[in-house]
C-alpha cells in the first residue's frame, strides 16, 4: 500500500474529525489507527487542532454594557407575559375596531328615517373602551429589533 | 427567581453578547439583540425553569433568529449588509501586525462575508463549542441538517481563507 495516498486521504478527513462530524465510527477508528502509527499525520492533526483553537480564540469582541440585565429586568417588568407588543394582536384589534366601526355605520344606514333610539342609561354606546391587547406607539416602540423569526416560537419550548 | 436570573446572566450573558456581536458584526445591536433575548427570557422565565440547565440552546436560539433577521432585513435594503461584518465594513489589518492577527482579520471578514444562516452555524460551533444536537435545536433542524449546514459554512470559509492556510492545514 502505498502511505502517501493514504496519508493524503487522512489529512482530507481531519477537520471532519476535529469537528465530530464523522458519522461512520468504523472510519473514525480506522483514522485514529493511522494517526497512531503516523507521526507526520499526527502532527498535522495537532497543527489542524491548534489552528482551530485559535480561530475560536482570535475574534475578541467587547463586553455587553455592565447595566444590561438592569435595563432587560425594567423592560420585562413593562411588557410582562401576555402583554404583546405589535404583531398578529394588534392587527386583530385593528379588524374588530373596523367591524365595529362598520356596523354601526351599516345600521344607520339601513334606518335613515328611524330616530336614533334613546340610549339605555347603563349602556353608553359611544364610550366604548378601547380594546386592551391594541397597545399605542408609545407602549410598542420600535426598538430596531424585528419580529421574531420563524425560528422563535415559545409555543415550542420544551 | 431574581437570584435566577442574576445567575443565569453571569453564566451566559457575555457568551450572547459575543456571539450576537460575532454574527452581526455591530457592537451596538449585539447589545440590543442581547437585551432583547434576556427580557424574553424573563418574560418565559417560569416556563424555562422546567428546562433544567438547558436554557442555553433557547437563548442562542432566540439570539440567532433575533440576529439573522436583522441580517437579512439588511442584505433586503438599498446598502446591503455592507455595514454589519460584510468585508467592506472591516479595516486592513494594520501593517506590521503578526500573521495570526492577519489571520483572525481574514477569517473576520470571510465570516462576514457568510449568508447569514451559514455565519450563524459557524459560529455556534467553531466558537460557542455548540454540540451538533445543541446546534439543532437552535436552528430548528435535524442533527443531520445542523451538521450539514456547518460543514458548507466550513467548506466557504475554507475556499475564502485557502491562500492563506498551508495546504496541509485546510
Known amino acids: 500500500m502505498n502511505p502517501v495516498p493514504r496519508c493524503a486521504a487522512v489529512r482530507a478527513r481531519l477537520h471532519d474529525l476535529l469537528d465530530d462530524l464523522l458519522d461512520d465510527p468504523a ?7 493511522h494517526l497512531a502509527s503516523c507521526p507526520a499525520c499526527a502532527e498535522a492533526r495537532e497543527r489542524a487542532a491548534d489552528r482551530l483553537a485559535s480561530l475560536r480564540t482570535a ?6 454594557a455592565p447595566d444590561l440585565p438592569e435595563r432587560a429586568r425594567a423592560r420585562a417588568a413593562l411588557s410582562p407575559p401576555g402583554v404583546v407588543r405589535g404583531g398578529r394582536l394588534r392587527l386583530a384589534a385593528t ?15 339601513r334606518n335613515p328615517a328611524t330616530p336614533a333610539p334613546v340610549p339605555p342609561p347603563t349602556r353608553p354606546a359611544v364610550e366604548r373602551p378601547a380594546p386592551p391587547v391594541a397597545p399605542t406607539a408609545s407602549e410598542a416602540p420600535d426598538r430596531g429589533v424585528g419580529p421574531s423569526g420563524p425560528l422563535f416560537a415559545p409555543r415550542r419550548i420544551r | 427567581m431574581d437570584g435566577g436570573f442574576q445567575a443565569l446572566y453571569a453564566r451566559y450573558g457575555r457568551e450572547v453578547h459575543a456571539y450576537a456581536a460575532r454574527l452581526t458584526g455591530d457592537p451596538y445591536v449585539a447589545e440590543e439583540i442581547c437585551q432583547e433575548v434576556f427580557v424574553r427570557y424573563l418574560q418565559h422565565e417560569q416556563a424555562l425553569a422546567g428546562r433544567n440547565g438547558h436554557v442555553a440552546p433557547w437563548l442562542f436560539r432566540v439570539a440567532t433568529n433575533l440576529g439573522v433577521d436583522r441580517l437579512r432585513r439588511l442584505l433586503r435594503g438599498p446598502r446591503g449588509a455592507r455595514s454589519l461584518a460584510a468585508p467592506e465594513a472591516l479595516p ?6 503578526p500573521q495570526d492577527a492577519d489571520l483572525a482579520e481574514r477569517i473576520r471578514r470571510a ?6 444562516d451559514l455565519r450563524a452555524a459557524f459560529l455556534l460551533r467553531a466558537h460557542h463549542a455548540l454540540t451538533f444536537a445543541q446546534l439543532a435545536e437552535v436552528l430548528d433542524l435535524s442533527e443531520r441538517g445542523a451538521k450539514d449546514r456547518y460543514r458548507r459554512a466550513r467548506e466557504a470559509l475554507a475556499a475564502a481563507l485557502a491562500p492563506h492556510i498551508p495546504e496541509d492545514e485546510r
Not at chain 1, 59 to 64: C, H, K, L, Q, S
Not at chain 2, 92 to 97: E, I, K, L, N, V
Not at chain 2, 111 to 116: I, Q, S
Open chain 1, 27 to 33: 472510519e473514525r477508528a480506522d483514522l485514529e489507527a
Open chain 1, 59 to 64: 475574534w475578541d469582541v467587547p463586553g455587553p
Open chain 1, 95 to 109: 379588524h374588530v375596531s373596523a367591524f365595529v366601526a362598520g356596523a354601526a355605520v351599516a345600521v344607520l344606514l
Open chain 2, 92 to 97: 486592513d489589518p494594520a501593517p506590521g501586525q
Open chain 2, 111 to 116: 465570516v462576514g462575508a457568510l449568508n447569514p
